[in-house]
DNA sequence: TTTCGATACCCTAACCGTTAGTGTTACGGT
DNA sequence: ACCGTAACACTAACGGTTAGGGTATCGAAA
């Protein structure tokens, strides 16, 4: 395990990044299911091996950063001031989830994923993980004994969230209603 | 449109079955990944075609009868008694849908469905569908006067309740404590 | 410096789910 | 008795994904 930054490091992510790019630049000039995995290999000057070394499906390219949004919630959790409440934490980094979602340029990229039905059904799946630590680390937390179901439960309120904001005519309101509702549920499992 | 039970209907629906039945042993017998398309038409003595007409995906094999499933959430929502609260309307019939699901002779096919990634998101999938007729049947219901963003909340939080409940110790109590929670949330929405 | 293991990449050829195209049979209403 | 059509069949392909097996470049130990 030694040190990053060496020069095989950086070419790596190098051609990652080409790969991503170009599959991006493709998906939107003729659209998702119109663009073949070969093509974009050829495009982006890799074989169609090294593509899927580097991402583990076609909808994957999308979904480039979702590493990133896998950590943010649990770290919004773990990370918190040790003497502030859950709730608030959860309902601040979703707003900001929510704002990067919506900003100016986001909106083609979201459009083709609500076109395409695999793009969708990916997202789910991410959901699913994403929910899944959200609640390891509600769990883990000393500070709120809670049964593993209401974790659970929780983290799967809160990462619906994101996707039902998303898609509401004023998402920032929408995160708010929706954590009202949160929020009393979390509150009625209070001992 | 005449009426069924035509030798043509029967056939039909035989065929089905056929599909259906041969596909689920094979499946529990030799496991999900391991059975193709190809094989199981073979043994059904069907085309390939002939069961794609019948089954729009290898997973829908698994869920043959997802359909009544689709409906019964909703169906708990418009047919209960006029005076009877949303709440315990649902409450009861997702008890009765888990009970359904725990029962002998189902452990082998959920074994099966968690064993396998495409099964789990299949099912995720249609749970997104569930979530929105549901979440239709509750926003349609004039006596239940919310926001959209609250139904559509209600709704995931309750199809999500069945996937929590399936994996729970003690699925039953587990429906309870999560209705306890989706009902607190519910309630705080009220005008 | 030389050597050497690791790894990033390449190519070919397939596998598997799924669909299009094109018939052929047999049912059901007229 | 006839015809429209629904159900099914066959072949061939498409597109995502993976296996198998090879080359080259990097990084570090010898």
Redo the contacts between chains.
């Keep these: 395990m030694t040190v990053q930054s060496g020069r095989r490091e950086r070419k790596k992510a190098a051609t990652r990044q080409k790969i991503a790019d170009t599959a991006l630049r493709l998906f939107l000039e003729r659209g998702y299911e119109a663009v073949g995995i070969r093509e974009i290999a050829a495009e982006a000057d890799v074989a169609v091996t090294t593509l899927f070394s580097h991402f583990a499906s076609k909808e994957a390219l999308v979904f480039e950063q979702d590493a990133d949004f896998e950590h943010r919630l649990a770290q919004a959790v773990t990370g918190r001031a040790p003497d502030e409440p859950l709730m608030p934490a959860l309902r601040r980094e979703m707003h900001a989830m929510v704002r990067h979602c919506t900003a100016d340029g986001a909106a083609p990229v979201w459009r083709m994923i609500d076109g395409s039905t695999s793009l ?2 990916y997202e ?2 991410m959901r ?1 993980r994403h929910a899944k630590s959200l609640a390891a680390a509600i769990a883990a937390d000393p500070g709120l004994s809670r ?4 974790c ?3 983290a ?2 809160v990462v ?2 994101h996707a ?1 904001a998303r898609e ?1 005519a004023d998402p920032e309101a ?1 995160v708010d ?2 954590f ?10 209070a001992t």
Tied chains: 1, 2.
Excluded at 147 to 150: D, L, R
Excluded at 180 to 189: D, F, L, N, P, R
């Design positions: 969708r059904e789910e799946s699913l049964t593993a179901t209401a659970r439960t929780i799967g309120f619906d969230a039902l509401a929408a209603e929706i009202g509702m949160i929020e009393a549920a979390w509150e009625s499992t």
